[in-house]
């Protein structure tokens, strides 16, 4: 079955605005059942974003919708994923209905996750923009030291690539001078540290009731 173009994505209730405004509404395929048509990609293209060390053990993530409301359910997927891809040689992976493309370095792994109807090229262009500037930002040593030493710019370089689940940027060099000119102009957000605080304090939170 041929795979749904990803992009350009219709806004979610395009094609219900469109007959409203008395224009013709999307065509349904020749025999495709109409719930179908629900399923097919949208801006909101990124489910999560998340970085594990060599254990599975996070150090970077991001949720953009609610398929995992709770801090317990999203370990316990990401631990699931980790075990499903952390020996394997392959870049994307299927994983309770997702779509998932990530990357090995040194002792990181790095992980995007989107609908299993999503683009797999359009995941890959997110994942390669993370790790690109990542390494940029951190001189070419992604690993775990220098992430953790660095988190707060991981944050804004995240920040600067998918924003509520859309894809707002894909070339890491323009990620990079937003996240230089935002540090130049006033250094680190307010907002971007209580990020790093308050993902580290419910890091420690859920290791303790293990």
């Not at 070339?171 to 957000?189: E, S």
């Amino acid at each position: 079955m041929q795979r749904p173009e990803a992009w350009p994505r219709p806004h979610p209730g395009e094609g219900a605005a469109a007959a409203q405004a008395g224009g013709p509404a999307p065509p349904a395929r020749a025999g495709e059942p109409s719930g179908l048509r629900l399923q097919e990609p949208s801006l909101y293209t990124i489910k999560a974003v998340f970085i594990l060390d060599n254990d599975g053990r996070r150090l970077l993530a991001k949720y953009y919708d609610d398929t995992f409301p709770s801090m317990k359910e999203q370990m316990v997927f990401e631990k699931n994923v980790f075990n499903k891809t952390s020996r394997t040689e392959s870049e994307i992976a299927f994983f309770g209905g997702m779509t998932i493309v990530y990357k090995n370095s040194i002792d990181l792994f790095l992980y995007v996750v989107g609908s299993s109807y999503e683009n797999e090229l359009m995941l890959m262009s997110v994942l390669t923009c993370l790790f690109e500037s990542l390494n940029h930002m951190l001189r070419r040593n992604v690993e775990k030291r220098w992430l953790l030493e660095n988190m707060d710019g991981a944050f804004l370089v995240l920040d600067e690539i998918v924003d509520g689940g859309v894809i707002l940027e894909s070339d890491p060099q323009q990620v990079i001078q937003k996240v230089n000119f935002r540090a130049d102009d006033g250094g680190l957000t307010e907002q971007s540290v209580a990020q790093v605080l308050q993902s580290a304090k419910e890091q420690i939170k859920w290791s303790l009731l293990k």
